[in-house]
């Protein structure tokens, strides 16, 4: 059967209904093995307004139409709203960029705005470029010049000040140029030896200067004031001199020029990866969303903000727990929930919901069980580095290309790094070159956004997840629940996590992270230090009687693949490593025991 192509067929209208029908009762995840928690299926628009949208759609783009078909009811609810501001709170792995990018779609194509009147803003240039593509995949028609206010927020901010007349305002021409943060640093380090200032805890500038603003000029037992003030004053001459900004500079004039009326000011934006938003980036927003440009009112301006609550891990630069609800009570926004998750088998989802203690919503997994995580002790961290490089030397290139190794600390990366070297395993940060056969060293924070499909959590111990600094403090102690949620969800298919009984890091306990207590054991393998050894490789099996040099005789407790464990007669338990060769234990004989 046949249609005119600005007509969906009955069958096509009949199951857009029933799929939007089973979202309310909170069945809408494609593959789900279970329904979402209660209320799931909040998406609620009259189904009469989200038929005749689709109708609308198939109408004027029918590329657009033909890939909406295949978006879960949640998704294309979110999609379909004409509500002017929308808080869409997606759940970890459930496809929030393909509604973002369908979105900025259905509004240039069906609603009629320009993708030169649209801003898209962003954490990072990468998102940013996703974004662009898919946009582009979509039937977007870009032209040149269409994406100038898709990018980070630093750059949409940048992009409007060099609109005709706006920097001018702050001083600045509009061929300004932007410090980066090593730049800002040389150049206030410049100000001090040429100017002969006194500035103490020259190591903490960045933060005494951002305390500066904050109100809190003094640091520690610091008595006497410095020439903080001074510094600060002579920086923002040299700026202004310079015709510079740096990226502070850039969300604080483009909120003054947008406050001021001046400036672009697109009809419709979008937000990704809201729960990141600082204070600075939450009055850009306010001040782009006044409704009337000078003396021109803007009568369609729209706000369409995306990310996960449970994702908010930078408190620490100035984010809030509550920053969704205070933003929908403030600008009035309709509430969308993207509740299914795509990504992670449901051993992993499952045990990252109970790490966070059940507080994560309606988080629904659609894949199936897959294999449970292993957890593993190690001794050190160069056992544990050891361990991986001998398991990644299994791995075939692609393999390794799809395996992140994910650490709290930078600093947990060096024995591990060293570990690959010493293999021939490549390695890169998420900005290194990710050839082909390269393993992904991350932190838990850089991992934030990115997919595995396999992944090793190593140095989980109490003390690092979470930081020894956060204990006693529950909203710290929360934000590094959410932290060990991101780690945990990075993972597709297989996840494995590690801890240390000699973690030689200060604050770090030998013990694993208290939040592991938290998963249910039926989702864990069994706890076992090692993949790959049997204990004829080391020459003693568990029993057996042995002497050494200098504890003399004793007994074989364990061995594995790092480690082998003696109770010795006279000196008690003793660890010895594999890591360095030759134990000096030999086996004893029946009668010599």
Request: charged share 30%; hydrophobic share 40%; proline share 5%.
């Amino acid at each position: 059967m046949t249609t005119s192509p600005g007509r969906p067929t009955r069958m096509g209208l009949r199951d857009l209904g029933r799929r939007l029908k089973a979202a309310r009762r909170g069945e809408g995840c494609k593959g789900a093995r279970r329904a979402p928690d209660e209320g799931a299926g909040a998406n609620a628009e009259p189904l009469a307004d989200l038929t005749e949208r689709m109708a609308r759609v198939e109408a004027t783009a029918p590329n657009l139409h033909a890939s909406l078909v295949r978006l879960d009811p949640y998704q294309l609810s979110a999609v379909l709203t004409d509500e002017p501001v929308v808080s869409l709170r997606a759940q970890v792995g459930s496809g929030k960029t393909t509604v973002l990018a369908h979105k900025v779609v259905l509004m240039h194509r069906v609603e009629g705005i320009p993708l030169a009147d649209m801003a898209v803003l962003t954490f990072t240039q990468k998102a940013a470029a996703e974004i662009a593509d898919r946009v582009r995949a979509l039937g977007g028609e870009v032209r040149a010049g269409d994406l100038r206010y898709f990018g980070t927020f630093h750059a949409v901010a940048a992009a409007i000040l060099r609109e005709e007349g706006a920097a001018e305002v702050s001083g600045r021409s509009p061929r300004f140029g932007i410090l980066d943060e090593e730049e800002r640093l040389a150049l206030l380090d410049e100000i001090v030896e040429k100017d002969g200032l006194s500035i103490k805890y020259r190591a903490r500038l960045a933060m005494r200067l951002e305390a500066l603003e904050q109100g809190r000029p003094l640091v520690g037992a610091m008595k006497y004031p410095d020439d903080i003030v001074l510094l600060r004053d002579r920086y923002e001459e040299e700026k202004r001199r310079r015709d510079l900004f740096d990226f502070d500079d850039l969300i604080l004039w483009g909120t003054r020029v947008l406050e001021g009326g001046a400036g672009a000011r697109p009809r419709w934006a979008a937000v990704d990866e809201f729960q990141d938003c600082d204070p600075s980036q939450l009055a850009f927003l306010r001040a782009w969303m006044r409704r009337g440009d000078g003396a021109k009112e803007v009568k369609h301006r729209g706000l369409f903000v995306v990310g996960d609550p449970h994702q908010l891990v930078y408190s620490f630069r100035g984010g809030d727990a509550r920053i969704f609800e205070d933003f929908e009570a403030d600008f009035g926004a309709r509430v969308f929930r993207l509740p299914c998750n795509y990504r992670s088998t449901d051993a992993i989802l499952l045990a990252a919901r109970a790490v966070l203690g059940g507080r994560c919503g309606r988080l629904t997994g659609t894949r199936d069980a897959g294999t449970p995580l292993r957890l593993l002790r190690h001794h050190d961290p160069t056992q544990e580095a050891l361990y991986l490089a001998r398991r990644l030397e299994r791995y075939s290139s692609e393999e390794r290309r799809e395996t992140a190794i994910l650490f709290r600390k930078r600093e947990q990366a060096r024995p591990i790094a060293e570990a690959l070297d010493a293999a021939a395993i490549p390695h890169a940060g998420i900005h290194g070159e990710v050839a082909a056969g390269t393993v992904s060293l991350l932190t838990f924070h850089g991992a934030k956004g990115l997919e595995f499909d396999t992944v090793f959590l190593v140095g989980v111990n109490d003390g690092l997840v979470p930081l020894a600094s956060s204990f006693g403090d529950p909203e710290a102690e929360s934000e590094e629940q959410r932290l060990l949620f991101v780690g945990m969800t990075r993972a597709r298919d297989r996840l494995e996590i590690s801890y240390l009984a000699d973690p030689r890091d200060f604050g770090a306990r030998p013990e694993k992270s208290r939040f592991l207590d938290l998963i249910p054991e039926s989702l864990i393998e069994d706890e076992i230090p090692h993949l790959d050894a049997e204990p004829s490789a080391i020459g003693h099996s568990p029993g057996a009687r042995v002497a050494h040099s200098r504890y003399g005789a004793g007994r074989v407790l364990a061995v594995n693949a790092s480690t082998v464990t003696v109770h010795f007669d006279l000196h008690g338990v003793k660890t010895f490593s594999l890591a360095f060769g030759d134990l000096g234990l030999e086996g004893l004989a029946a009668d010599e025991s």
